[in-house]
């Protein structure tokens, strides 16, 4: 299996560029922008690591970013990434950025996407690796701060494809974004957004209804609802779900009580993908071994995700085909 799953073409969906920021890179990036980090090693760093929920991981997520400054350290950051997907045979890969998270330290708007989409095109010709890239808005903070973002982007619509939502789902719902997606897909844009990772199956439901979405993050407890369930896989609403994250942050205690492989099993779209993987432990090929190793499933299943991932990735009909 494990070769099997090596080989196997993947495509992400659900990845967010500051959660691949390894604790060596953190440090040679630290050093090179005279940053203090609370560390003294690399094993220091993994060691904090073990996170209880959500805003455990968070906190630290954001401290982690603060060593990128520069538009080369947006570039390294995402290049590095890039060789990882090369060495999971990932093909294409559709790239969250979180520019609130750097604006709110006084770094630029274009320094952070110029930085990230000069690694993705360079990775098209030297890795054969294509890519999109999705604008994420912090829940936690407000519409005002969102808005602002939203209209940084607009000169910068042909770098980026989609909007979404990520930080803490509990306490931000949906609702309080409504108006800015309402601008994002008048703008143009296609929107996703984190639901159900914490919360429950009815702010999938209010997330979807209200910002239009073409997917949904994470989205793995609308099992609560099993109308809902039925629903997705009628209409076949991609679900991009990040294995290791939720056994990380305690979504589910154990990867054999994932209900991933159901879903797959009942006609959801559901993908595989690794979300933050420098602190969940793997990338793409860890995240299916993983679901693998504690699931009995065929070969067809298995690929199954990919052709999912494909079916439910932003790119032209054409290049799917050319995935397929
Ligand atoms: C995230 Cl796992 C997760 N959930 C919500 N927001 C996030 N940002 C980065 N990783
Ligand atoms: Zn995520």
Known sequence: ??????????????????????????????????????????????????????????????????????????????WAYLLRCKNDNVVHTEVFFDPQTHTERGISFDTVVNGIHNALSQAVDELGITSQLIMCFLRHLDEKSAFIALNQSLEHKDKIVAVGLDSLENGNPASKFERVFKYALDEGFLTVAHAGEEGPASSI????????????????????????????????????????????????????????????????????????????GGYMTDNFMAVGEAHSMSKTEIAQFTFNAIEASFISDQEKNRLM
Do not use: W
């Open 205 to 280: 439901r209010d997330a979807l209804d209200l910002l239009k979405l073409t997917r949904i993050d994470h989205g793995v407890r609308c099992s609560d609802d099993e109308t809902f369930v039925k629903e997705l896989a009628k209409h076949r609403t991609p679900l991009t779900v990040c294995p290791l994250s939720n056994i990380k942050l305690k979504v589910f205690e154990h990867m054999a009580e994932h209900n991933i492989v159901e879903l797959l099993r009942k006609g959801v779209c559901v993908t595989i993908n690794s979300d933050d993987p420098a602190y969940f």
């Open 1 to 78: 299996m494990k070769q099997f799953i090596q080989n196997l073409p993947k495509v992400e969906l659900h990845l967010h560029i500051e959660g691949t920021l390894e604790p060596e890179l953190m440090f040679e990036l630290a050093a090179r922008n005279n940053i203090d980090i609370p560390f003294s090693s690399c094993a220091e760093v993994k060691d904090a690591y073990n996170f209880h929920n959500l805003q455990s991981f968070l906190d630290i997520y954001y401290q982690g970013a603060n060593v990128l400054i520069t538009e080369q350290d947006f570039f390294d950051l995402t």
